[in-house]
């Protein structure tokens, strides 16, 4: 054996393998994990234990409500074992929550769908802070980056809420939410008509 084939050899061995797995990124409701798509095939695709998966999942997130989004990422290793990083539940379920609202603003930068303060917004900065992401940030620069992500929800930032006012003003907007439902469903039906 020559000499260059010799070092191609050692080289070889110590190179480490290279990973072609790929990190599975999705959001599960806490507590309610099951092997029904989509999360099921995304986890069969990666030869990932479904049962084991779901009830570890299912385990470590018994403490938060039933239902809340929680990104989730899952580093899958050779052996078949699996790193499972959950995140605090997405920024604009924070905001939407600390509004009062179900849904966010249809055309956002020109209708406000709820309002927070700026006490609201410190609190989830805070809260999002433990998410591995975040971990290069300051506080304050994740409160700026949520003020641009209150703004593409719909949802104004003010010194002082007043509770009456408040509630007058989400009220006048649920009228508003089911009035742009109504027209979402009778376009549908219009193009169902034309396409039909």
């Keep these: 054996m020559s000499k260059a084939a010799a070092r191609m050899k050692t080289a070889k061995k110590m190179i480490d393998k290279i990973d072609h797995s ?5 959001n599960i409701p806490a507590g309610l994990a099951n092997p029904s798509p989509p999360l099921g095939p995304q986890l069969g695709q990666r030869n990932i234990n479904i049962a084991n998966f779901i ?17 989730v990422r899952v580093k899958v290793f050779p052996d078949k074992t699996y790193d499972l990083v959950i995140h605090q539940p997405p920024t604009t379920y924070f905001l939407k929550q600390a509004a009062g609202i179900q849904r966010g603003a249809m055309n956002s930068g020109k209708e406000v769908a709820g309002k927070i ?20 940030f ?17 949802i104004k930032i003010v010194k002082d809420l007043d509770p009456d006012e408040y509630a007058e003003f989400l009220k006048e907007r ?17 193009k169902m008509l034309r396409t039909g």
């Design 174 to 190: 649920a009228e508003i939410v089911a009035q742009q439902k109504q027209e979402l469903q009778e376009a549908k039906e219009a």
């Design 55 to 71: 009830k570890d999942f299912n385990e470590k997130t018994a403490h938060i409500k039933q239902g809340i989004p929680l990104p």
């Design 22 to 26: 790929s990190k599975l990124r999705t």
């Design 117 to 136: 303060t700026l006490k609201h917004l410190y609190e989830i900065a805070v809260i999002k802070s433990q998410d591995p992401p975040m971990a290069l």
């Design 138 to 154: 300051t506080l304050e620069q994740i409160v700026q980056m949520f003020v641009g992500i209150a703004r593409t929800v719909g």
